[in-house]
């Protein structure tokens, strides 16, 4: 079982639906939660970080911890072609000298316009 | 402010030669990380500092790899000699604050071994 799990898609969504991204992690120490945006050939883009419960909104992206689930989500309201790219779920748990991050092999959206 | 940078951009080299990954964080960021992508794969990490010091280097493949960083500010990764396995991409990012916190990429070298 991989550390964090994400489908890999392709999620397809069309303009202006909203797009939800799911994650899960194995180990229940961990404590940050992170979701990165990567384009085709781009570095990773960090779009939303959450440490605890509960929700936390940024513009049209929402992110969603669950730590009892080990659930992590991500939702894109209104979604825009430009949206279209690899999302990447990553989580920071606790490793030998600090906090070691964890990434999922990511899920792709397509946002049909 | 500048983001984080690496240089090269790309490199292509042949099986046992060496090379040399530049990183430079982003100023006052005092966590630096490497991570690398093999193709398919995810985001895997290699190692990090705080200021000069290896925090973590479990992540480190094997000893043809090196990892320095003199002075707490731009580091070096060194692949001698290389292997076919090493292409990827070669992420560094930076952070503030605590080893936990939010990271910053910067946008990767692409090594081929040829």
């Known amino acids: 079982q991989k550390e964090v799990e994400q489908n890999s898609g392709p999620l397809s969504v069309p303009e202006g639906a909203i797009a939800s991204l799911n994650c899960t992690y194995s180990?229940?120490?961990?404590?940050?939660f992170f979701w990165y945006r990567q384009y085709s050939g781009k570095s990773p883009e960090l779009i939303m970080s959450i440490y605890s419960n509960g929700d936390k909104e940024d513009g049209r992206f929402t992110a969603q911890l669950n730590k009892a689930s080990q659930y992590v989500s991500l939702l894109i309201r209104d979604s825009q072609p430009s949206d279209s790219a690899t999302y990447l779920c990553?989580?920071?748990?606790?490793?030998?000298?600090?906090?070691?991050?964890?990434f999922g092999a990511g899920t792709r959206l397509f946002v049909k316009a | 402010e500048a983001g984080v940078t690496q240089f090269p951009s790309h490199s292509v080299i042949e099986k046992g030669q060496t090379v040399t990954l530049r990183c430079d964080p982003i100023s006052g960021h005092d966590n630096l990380y490497w991570y690398r992508r093999v193709m398919g794969k995810e985001i895997k990490f290699l190692l990090h500092?705080?200021?000069?010091?290896?925090?973590?280097e479990s992540g480190m493949p094997n000893n043809r790899f090196l990892a320095e960083r003199t002075g707490g500010t731009y580091s070096t990764l060194k692949v001698q000699p290389a292997e076919l396995e090493d292409s990827g991409v070669y992420f560094c990012?930076?952070?503030?604050?605590?080893?936990?916190?939010?990271?910053?990429f910067g946008p990767g070298t692409r090594l081929t071994v040829t």
């Open positions: 990553a989580v920071n748990k606790w490793a030998t000298g600090g906090f070691k991050t964890i």
């Open positions: 990012a930076s952070s503030q604050g605590t080893s936990g916190s939010e990271q910053y």
């Open positions: 180990d229940r120490g961990s404590q940050s």
């Open positions: 500092f705080v200021k000069e010091s290896k925090q973590d």
